[in-house]
C-alpha cells in the first residue's frame, strides 16, 4: 500500500472523525468503509478490469490467447 493513501485516508477521515461535530456521521462505518474498501480494491484491479474479463469470454478462443 501507499504512504499517500494512508497519509490522505488520515487526515481527512481519521483527523475529521475525531471532532465530536463529526461523529454523527463517521459512526455509522459500515455505510461508508467498506464501500470505500470494496472501490479502492476495484481501482487496484484495473481500470475496465471486469468489462475486459467479459469480452475475452466471448472470444472464439475462450480468451486464451492475446490479441494482436
Given at each position: ?43 487496484r ?14 472470444r472464439l ?8
Open positions: 500500500m501507499n504512504w499517500g493513501y494512508i497519509s490522505a485516508f488520515w487526515t481527512t477521515v481519521v483527523m475529521n472523525c475525531v471532532q465530536p461535530v463529526n461523529w454523527q456521521a463517521c459512526l455509522p462505518v459500515h455505510e461508508w468503509l467498506i464501500p470505500a474498501a470494496h472501490d479502492y480494491i476495484r481501482f484491479e484495473g481500470i475496465y478490469a471486469s468489462e475486459k474479463r467479459a469480452l475475452e469470454q466471448f478462443d475462450g480468451g486464451r490467447t492475446k490479441p494482436e
